[in-house]
């Protein structure tokens, strides 16, 4: 929740520097950004644990952000 309000805040900035983008954030901290949430997802989670990190689409006005993903994973 920590990094959703941390995107939130800094969504300006964001766009400034990345543009219209996927970023995926781990403790406050740009873990990468990338042109789909597939490939966010497919090189963020080979690196990182599930559900330690979030994607979130880098969008010009907070008034487009429309989807958040969270995932927790147990393996059994």
Do not use: W
């Not at 966010?40 to 559900?51: I, N, P």
């Amino acid at each position: 929740m920590e990094d959703y309000k941390y995107f939130q805040e800094n969504l300006e900035v964001f766009y400034k520097e990345y543009g219209h983008c996927f970023i995926a954030i781990k403790n406050k901290k740009v873990l990468g950004t990338y042109k789909s949430f597939d490939d966010a997802f497919d090189d963020v989670s080979r690196k990182e644990e599930l559900g330690s990190f979030i994607i979130q689409e880098c969008v010009d006005s907070p008034s487009k952000l429309v989807q958040s993903y969270q995932f927790n994973v147990s393996l059994v």
